[in-house]
């Protein structure tokens, strides 16, 4: 089964929107995009623009639903679609549940939101090689100690762990980690502390203001943040989209829950491959593919080679 899988906040780089291929589905996408928004996207993807949150979420929608719209006009659709954190919402496009310009639009009041909340001294760090359980217990002994809480966001895998919290109190919890045997820990390129309790009211905003979107029951199966299992119907989906925010997004019970279903394809959209290489150490028998890593023709000729669908 096909899989596309779509990146969250922090995977963004410098120009990876005017990297994006030539193929005209891509330029439609992002002309759209400019219309809707009333804004030239191309902008959003500058040195100075990926320091908004506003900016870097709304361009990774777009660079996710452009792929999936290329790949369309080449006859390729996914069988399954699942993105983290904020690629929860073009993995909603792929398979569905949502239009393109209401996705767009609530993305833009998602990041908006978060972003007021706490504009600044906030964000993310990554931890490798503690279990979610030790993990858990060095959160519990930091506050214990008198710091700032910081909060499980993430978990990638059994052991890749994204914590959020305070600029102060992830440096000090990151100093902490590494004393207790964490192989790596940095801090990610994202400003708010995303997938916990400090973003509650901002997630009961985003659900009044989604309730005047409409969704549809997806075509495609669709893989939920918060739980890590299908979702099939509109009010789920979009129940998933509008509250991720506030909950740990439970990615790798995700990828596992794709690879049991039959996913053995995986594509990734740009831009980056943090997903991609996630996928190969929890799974090294799929097949998982980054699409800013090759020129389109041969993404294509890959995907229909791994899935059978060249004919031979």
Same mark, same amino acid.
């Given at each position: 089964?096909?899989?596309?899988?779509?990146? =969250?906040?922090?995977?963004?780089?410098?120009?990876?929107?005017?990297?994006?291929?030539?193929?005209?589905?891509?330029? !439609? %996408?992002?002309? !759209?995009?400019?219309?809707?928004?009333?804004?030239?996207?191309? %902008?959003?993807?500058?040195?100075? *623009?990926?320091?908004?949150? $506003?900016?870097?979420?709304?361009?990774?929608?777009?660079?996710?639903?452009? /792929?999936?719209?290329?790949?369309?006009?080449?006859?390729?659709?996914?069988?399954?679609? *699942?993105?983290?954190?904020?690629?929860?919402?073009?993995? *909603?496009?792929?398979?569905?549940?949502?239009?393109?310009?209401?996705?767009?639009?609530?993305?833009?009041?998602?990041?908006?939101?978060?972003? %007021?909340?706490?504009?600044?001294?906030?964000?993310?760090?990554?931890?490798?090689?503690?279990?979610?359980?030790?993990?858990?217990?060095?959160?519990?002994?930091?506050?214990?100690?008198?710091?700032?809480?910081?909060?499980?966001?993430?978990?990638?895998?059994?052991?890749?762990?994204?914590?959020?919290?305070?600029?102060?109190?992830?440096?000090?919890?990151?100093?902490?980690?590494?004393?207790? =045997?964490?192989?790596?820990?940095?801090?990610?390129?994202?400003?708010?502390?995303?997938?916990? $309790?400090?973003?509650?009211?901002?997630?009961?905003?985003?659900?009044?203001?989604?309730?005047?979107?409409?969704?549809?029951?997806?075509?495609? /199966?669709?893989?939920?943040?918060? =739980?890590?299992?299908?979702?099939?119907?509109?009010?789920?989906?979009?129940?998933?989209?509008?509250?991720?925010?506030?909950? /740990?997004?439970?990615?790798?019970?995700?990828? /596992?829950?794709?690879?049991?279903?039959?996913?053995? $394809?995986?594509?990734?959209?740009?831009?980056?491959?943090?997903?991609?290489?996630?996928?190969?150490?929890?799974?090294?028998?799929? %097949?998982?593919?980054?699409?800013?890593?090759?020129?389109?023709?041969?993404?294509?000729?890959?995907?229909?080679?791994?899935?059978?669908?060249? =004919?031979?």
């Amino acid at each position: 089964m096909l899989t596309y899988l779509f990146p =969250g906040q922090g995977a963004q780089q410098e120009g990876y929107l005017r990297r994006l291929h030539e193929q005209a589905a891509f330029k !439609e %996408t992002l002309d !759209e995009a400019s219309h809707i928004l009333d804004l030239d996207i191309l %902008t959003l993807d500058t040195p100075d *623009a990926l320091r908004s949150t $506003v900016a870097v979420q709304v361009g990774l929608v777009v660079a996710g639903v452009a /792929t999936v719209r290329a790949l369309a006009a080449e006859h390729i659709e996914p069988d399954i679609s *699942a993105g983290l954190s904020v690629g929860a919402y073009p993995a *909603a496009v792929s398979s569905g549940a949502l239009a393109f310009d209401d996705a767009l639009r609530m993305v833009r009041r998602r990041a908006e939101l978060m972003e %007021t909340a706490w504009p600044s001294g906030y964000g993310l760090a990554a931890i490798a090689g503690l279990s979610e359980h030790q993990v858990e217990k060095l959160a519990h002994d930091h506050q214990h100690d008198g710091h700032t809480p910081v909060y499980i966001a993430n978990v990638n895998a059994p052991r890749q762990i994204v914590m959020a919290g305070s600029d102060a109190a992830l440096d000090a919890f990151i100093a902490r980690a590494l004393a207790a =045997g964490a192989r790596k820990a940095t801090r990610l390129a994202v400003s708010v502390p995303s997938h916990c $309790v400090l973003l509650a009211k901002a997630s009961e905003e985003l659900l009044a203001y989604a309730k005047d979107i409409k969704f549809r029951a997806p075509l495609g /199966t669709y893989i939920g943040n918060r =739980g890590g299992r299908p979702l099939h119907t509109a009010d789920a989906i979009r129940d998933d989209l509008a509250t991720n925010m506030r909950y /740990t997004v439970r990615w790798y019970d995700a990828l /596992t829950a794709m690879i049991e279903m039959g996913g053995r $394809v995986l594509i990734e959209a740009p831009p980056g491959q943090v997903l991609s290489d996630i996928t190969r150490e929890a799974f090294p028998d799929v %097949t998982v593919v980054a699409a800013s890593s090759m020129a389109f023709d041969r993404l294509v000729a890959t995907i229909r080679r791994r899935t059978g669908a060249d =004919g031979g």
